[in-house]
């Protein structure tokens, strides 16, 4: 493909013969269409490319073992020299979640995802998989295979139809977000937050202890915050006042109960 003449000024380019101002036209219209089709190659490609550095990860691990290569070579460095360049950082995370789902077993010495399911989803829903289970690990630790994240993720891969919409879900789930509904999203509003703390601190006692101890220490800081923040000493007495009234009269605590003594 002849080279696009990028060193001409506009005042050059409007001086030029129509035919070779086309020309130029036509070569950056080839170089658009030439960039659109390595991309789609590159997509189309993804799976069988994570496949290909996930066995090059295994055969590194098996040298540095072997010791046929210093230990202190990175598996950056041995890709490339071995490849003649930088593994592409979206192949290398869907290589990650191969050896996680595809190389990893069950407590029934299986797979935890089919090759042929890997091979078969999305490479949008892989990425969005390989988000969620990075996260879990993080989370979980020795634990992580067994958690809801990722069986609901294995699952979502697993069975037909379009897996995106759920898979997103799962990963708002696990950052904390409200799931939404299209256009109707819930926003997150303080007595929502509120909601959701009081629902995981109920469940303190059923949490190993070190849950327990997290949500224990929510409890904390949430009292700090309160503690610090810019209310006057009178107004908070007041506030106490208004709910210690509100609980001794068993209504809710925003209304504020007037006694006959008050109103006279």
């Avoid at 407590?107 to 935890?112: F, H, R, S, T």
């Amino acid at each position: 493909m002849k080279k696009i003449e990028t060193t001409l000024t506009f005042a050059e380019l409007t001086k030029l013969a129509p035919a070779d101002l086309f020309k130029q036209a036509a070569l950056a219209v080839k170089v658009s269409k030439a960039v659109e089709t390595a991309k789609d190659k590159f997509a189309e490609t993804l799976q069988f490319s994570a496949k290909v550095v996930a066995a090059m990860k295994r055969r590194y691990q098996e040298q540095i073992n072997t010791r046929a290569i210093p230990a202190d070579t990175s598996f950056k460095k041995y890709f490339e020299q071995n490849a003649g360049g930088a593994c592409p950082a979206r192949v290398e995370a869907l290589a990650a979640l191969f050896n996680a789902l595809v190389l990893t077993f069950d407590k029934n010495g299986k797979p935890l995802l089919a090759e042929d399911v890997f091979d078969a989803a999305a490479v949008d829903w892989l990425e969005k998989a390989n988000a969620i289970i990075k996260a879990a690990q993080k989370e979980h630790g020795e634990d992580w295979k067994g958690c809801d994240d990722v069986l609901d993720t294995i699952n979502a891969l697993s069975k037909p139809g379009n897996a995106a919409k759920k898979l997103a879900q799962i990963r708002k789930r696990q950052k904390g977000e409200p799931e939404s509904d299209g256009d109707n999203a819930v926003p997150m509003t303080p007595q929502l937050a509120a909601q959701y703390l009081i629902a995981a601190l109920k469940t303190a006692g059923d949490q190993p202890e070190d849950k327990a101890y997290d949500l224990c220490c929510l409890v904390y800081e949430v009292n700090t915050a309160w503690a610090e923040n810019s209310l006057s000493e009178e107004t908070r007495n007041a506030f106490d006042k208004r709910y210690a009234e509100a609980m001794k009269h068993g209504v809710a605590p925003h209304v504020e109960v007037i006694t006959e003594a008050a109103a006279a």
